[in-house]
């Protein structure tokens, strides 16, 4: 029992060193508790021994600061079950994959690998401390469903040994060989005994063991209750709830469609006696189940599936009725496509791990029934670790316990950190100053401890509060000040931060302007403010106006405007209230009110008139530019337009002004300008002249000008002599004008098409009057530069060069070609002579195709004759016959062979060569016959003389593609074996290729060509004696697959 009388006294003592008690030093206040929390029995120290999670991927967080923060430098990588364990202050010990057990510096304990858990095992391992002990903690392992020992084992790390990190003294004691993957546990109801709870294989019994401060009872408390453990809900949690009231069993297997996946049940955690089951889930409803945790209270479940996109359900447990359970369920997260697990964490939330990711899931809210249990997908960044299938696997207890979150809160003077530690009904809350109840708040400095008590069981927990006094600012009372004068606000207090009303953060503050003015100095982290508000005396304003310039001579009286009483002081000490400007200078006056003083300056120039002359009006002639110039320095311009350059480009009559302005000081001058016009030149045109043609330039005009052309000469007008360019230049009072044109001569196009002429009938005549930069008109009104002619007539053309014409003509007639006719093609069945007679044609000369030239030919032997007839004109024609002697007689008996399974081709052609009619011996009438059997085959072939007969007899030989390579050859040039090649017989090929390679792989020679070999030479020269790989591969022509040869060939000499 954890209410000994010396746990009452340590209470008492507590109380008494409460918030309230004076100490020296926080630092001493701390020491006095620690050793005060020594005389507690252990399993009443405080409760932070859930604060360290190493998990999954080389992932780890603690909570020791509160929220969980990632940590980094985890040894451990595991796919599903773990477990980790803190020292009550929340100090790492150790953790485990159940295989091995790393110390708190991520090294292997001694003894501490081979542990009998399984890196596939749903809750492979679970620690648990021994009760009433500070060093000894049992670790349970338990091994992958599949494996058929299933075995059921605990280990002893005491922390005493390896400096204070731990080493496994007792390791893999069997407890149960027939258990499944999973094991979870929970204090007793008496004692802070344990209890933890398996599942055997192929039954229904849970396995209860009790570990107490004598060590373990070997014998458990069975409970034969709920489904049977079969094959098919091979993995999936065990959970208690943190009250230790409920069991929950999650049984998964991808082929459960509608068995049992959840089922709830009583834990009796006086006797270990599991009873009750309540489905709360099946495989229609919850697939692929695997993971599933308690909320605080006990009062609702959530529970994942892996199957597809995974999903986050909620049940909601307070009925304790089946089916109003299964109604209950919502989904309240999903997305993730793979499996994921829950745990509940010392915060009281609960978070969720998906395979491979780098954030957590977290239900913020777990005793909120719906979607107010507020899940977020990506709550916890893990940095570099990967989350998996498994989160560390705790005294389902240590979450019952109340938590204070973090070691130590560092607070502010006048604020107040309130404190709900509420975790499930019927636990019962102390706090240091005898206060009960699960809130409280923290107003001042000191040591905080919290006790709670469920089930005669008392667990604590600690935390320390420091109060930081706020820095002391005082910018000073409210106050006025003259209109222009400045305030400088100090907020002092070194080495802290400031903030004042305009994001400014200097420590201290310029005022040059009304208002209020507020600044927030930060100090340890600890805040204060004021703010002092500046008025401003009724202002008013002096002005002796701009800095000014006066015209040389020019008066100024400086007089300020005022009311009411004032002094005043000028710069030469005189106090009138105005003051004659003597000159250029620089004047002051300083002006007094109601104590308030004001000051102005003005600046006095005095300026001299700028000098201007724009000259005498003038006479222009038209086109020219007179340049005004009134250019002075200092000087701002404005011409009578409005233009402000400093010079004035004339252009036409008219009066010109300019005023010039240097500081306000102004001189103007203006100009009368007039412009005569000019006289008008116009030769024309540029233009062009036929060769040989005149041209007289000559202008009109006016009065009497003057003329000057190109040559010099100054008559009116101008002889064009030829091709140039020429010019005139008229004046006229005082004012000149002129014009160019340019002449050019344009020679005749030259066309000459000859003599008239006679053509041959059918023949034509190219007619050619193509010359450069001419235009044609052919008699039929066509306009090309040639034009062809195909019959008699006169053809003419005018070629056209810019005006210049030419025209010439010719007569072309046509003579008939003569007619020559050697008669039809001819069969004699006799040879005899045949006379071809072309002198009928009247031709003037012939030539036979023997090169004679009579006008008759007489023919003895079979072929083709022809005849070339000339007129007197030259115009010639032919004619084509065939004369054949019919010689044929009945064929002789000859053997073929046909290949085998392969058509074979008959042509009874051969024995004729005159038109003939055929008949086989199967009635076929073809000239060819297409046969696919051997035998004799026999033809008769009838022409205008007579009728033949052969027989054929067709055998049958194999034409498969025969290849043979030989194994050695000799280039020697003797004529022998002097190409190395494959032997060929019948072969045609799709594809071939043939290379040759030396005993070092490098390749000697290659060919596509099935005629093309190897000579025995590599890059020109002889190669060696010796032997060499060939590689052949081809495909033929009747073969569908590729054929691969290798094998080796001597070079012989």
């Not at 069993?249 to 270990?272: R, V, Y």
């Amino acid at each position: 029992m954890c209410t000994s009388a010396s746990v009452d006294y340590l209470c008492a003592v507590i109380l008494i060193l409460a918030p309230g008690y004076l100490v020296p030093s926080m630092k001493r206040l701390r020491t006095i508790f620690a050793i005060l929390l020594g005389f507690i029995p252990y399993c009443a120290v405080a409760q932070k021994q859930s604060n360290n999670w190493f998990f999954g991927d080389h992932a780890a967080i603690t909570f020791n600061n509160g929220a969980p923060q990632a940590v980094s430098g985890s040894a451990m990588q595991q796919r599903e079950g773990c477990a980790s364990i803190s020292d009550p202050s929340g100090n790492l010990m150790f953790y485990t994959d159940g295989i091995t057990v790393w110390n708190a510096s991520n090294q292997p304990m001694p003894n501490g690998t081979g542990l009998g858990g399984e890196d596939i095992a749903t809750q492979s391992a679970v620690i648990v401390p021994l009760p009433q002990s500070k060093t000894l903690y049992y670790l349970f392992t338990v091994d992958d469903w599949q494996n058929d020992s299933g075995s059921f084992q605990y280990s002893i790390v005491d922390m005493s040994k390896d400096g204070g990190k731990g080493d496994v003294v007792t390791k893999n004691v069997l407890i149960n060989s027939k258990v499944r993957e999973q094991v979870t546990s929970v204090y007793s109801g008496s004692n802070c005994n344990v209890w933890i709870i398996t599942h055997e294989k192929g039954n229904n019994n849970f396995d209860a063991y009790l570990l107490s401060d004598a060590g373990l009872q070997p014998t458990p408390v069975v409970s034969s209750v709920g489904m049977v453990y079969q094959g098919t809900n091979r993995y999936g949690y065990l959970k208690f709830s943190p009250n230790g009231k409920k069991l929950a069993a999650e049984l998964g297997h991808p082929d459960i469609t509608s068995d049992i996946t959840i089922q709830l049940f009583d834990f009796d955690n006086q006797t270990g006696i599991v009873s009750n089951a309540v489905t709360v889930a099946t495989g229609n409803q919850l697939f692929d189940a695997y993971s599933l945790e308690f909320s605080p209270s006990g009062n609702v479940l959530y529970a994942t599936a892996s199957y597809g996109n995974a999903t986050l359900y909620q049940f909601d447990l307070s009925s304790g009725i089946s089916s109003t359970i299964e109604a209950s369920v919502k989904n309240v997260g999903n997305g993730y496509e793979g499996k994921t697990c829950v745990q509940l964490a010392p915060d009281k939330k609960i978070y969720v791990s998906k395979d491979g990711y780098q954030f957590l899931g977290c239900v913020n809210n777990p005793d909120v029934v719906g979607t107010g249990c507020n899940y977020v997908n990506n709550a916890v960044d893990l940095g570099s670790g990967r989350g998996r299938l498994g989160f560390p696997n705790f005294v389902q207890s240590f979450f019952l316990y109340p938590s204070l979150g973090k070691k130590e809160y560092d607070l502010c003077e006048g604020e107040k950190l309130d404190v709900d530690v509420t975790t499930a009904a019927g636990v019962t809350y102390e706090w240091q100053d005898g206060t009960t109840g699960p809130k409280y708040s923290i107003t001042k400095s000191g040591q905080y401890w919290v006790k709670a008590t469920f089930d005669n069981c008392t667990r604590y927990d600690t935390t320390v509060a420091n109060f930081t006094p706020l820095p002391i600012v005082d910018l000073g009372a409210d106050t006025t000040l003259c209109n222009g004068a400045s305030l400088q606000l100090d907020a002092k207090n070194p080495g802290a931060t400031f903030l004042w009303q305009d994001n400014s953060i200097s420590p201290t503050y310029a005022v040059s302007s009304a208002g209020t003015y507020s600044v927030t100095v930060t100090k340890d982290k600890c805040s204060a403010s004021d703010n002092i508000k500046v008025d401003y005396a009724p202002g008013f304003t002096l002005d002796l106006g701009k800095d000014t310039n006066l015209c040389a001579g020019q008066p100024l009286k400086l007089q300020p405007v005022y009311t009411g009483t004032a002094t005043f002081l000028w710069q030469d000490g005189s106090t009138a209230d105005n003051f004659d400007v003597p000159g250029a200078g620089k004047f002051w006056l300083r002006e007094t009110r109601s104590g308030c003083a004001v000051s102005d300056t003005i600046n006095v120039a005095v300026i001299a008139y700028p000098v201007v002359s724009l000259g005498n009006d003038t006479t222009l002639c038209e086109g020219s530019e007179l340049l005004l110039d009134a250019t002075n320095t200092g000087v701002t311009y404005a011409w009578q337009d409005g233009t402000t350059a400093a010079t004035y480009s004339v252009i036409s009559a008219g009066t010109y002004s300019v005023t010039a302005n240097r500081s306000g000081c102004k001189t103007t001058d203006d100009i009368n300008v007039i412009y005569n016009p000019l006289p008008v030149v116009d030769l024309g045109k540029d233009t062009s002249l036929c060769e040989g043609l005149p041209l007289v330039l000559q202008t009109a005009y006016t009065g009497s000008p003057d003329f000057l052309w190109q040559d010099g000469s100054t008559a009116d007008n101008f002889n064009v002599s030829g091709a140039g360019k020429y010019w005139l230049r008229e004046t006229l009072n005082g004012c000149a004008n002129s014009d160019t044109v340019l002449v050019a001569t344009v020679a005749y196009p030259v066309v000459d098409f000859g003599p008239d002429t006679t053509l041959c009938e059918g023949n034509t005549l190219l007619l050619n009057a193509a010359a450069t930069g001419v235009t044609y008109r052919w008699q039929d009104g066509s306009s090309n530069a040639s034009y062809t002619v195909s019959s008699a007539g006169t053809y003419s053309v005018t070629a056209n060069r810019q005006g210049c014409k030419t025209t010439v003509a010719i007569n072309v007639s046509y003579s008939a070609l003569p007619v020559v006719d050697l008669g039809q093609d001819a069969t004699y069945c006799t040879v005899q002579p045949v006379v071809l007679d072309a002198s009928a044609s009247g031709g003037a000369s012939f030539l036979w195709q023997d090169g004679s030239t009579a006008s008759t030919f007489t023919v003895g032997q079979t072929g083709k004759y022809w005849v070339q007839v000339l007129n007197n004109f030259g115009c010639a024609n032919a004619d084509t016959v065939r004369i054949t002697y019919d010689l044929s007689t009945d064929g002789k008996s000859q053997l073929e062979h046909m290949c085998m399974n392969e058509p074979f081709v008959l042509d009874a052609g051969i024995f004729t060569s005159t038109p003939a009619t055929y008949r086989w011996q199967d009635g076929s009438t073809t000239q060819q016959l297409v046969v696919r059997q051997p035998g004799h085959y026999i033809v008769e072939v009838t022409t205008a003389c007579k009728t033949v007969k052969d027989t054929i007899l067709l055998g049958v030989r194999d034409c498969s593609c025969k290849l043979e390579i030989p194994n050695a050859f000799s280039p020697n040039g003797d004529g022998h074996n002097d190409i190395f090649m494959p032997n060929m017989s019948y072969c045609a090929f799709k594809t071939y290729h043939l290379s040759v390679y030396n005993r070092w792989g490098n390749l000697l020679f290659e060919s596509n060509d099935p005629g093309m070999g190897w000579n025995g030479t590599f890059k020109g020269s002889l190669a060696d004696v010796a032997t060499y790989v060939y590689v052949l591969q081809y495909q033929a022509m009747d073969d569908s697959s590729m054929q691969l040869r290798k094998g080796t060939v001597t070079l012989l000499r």
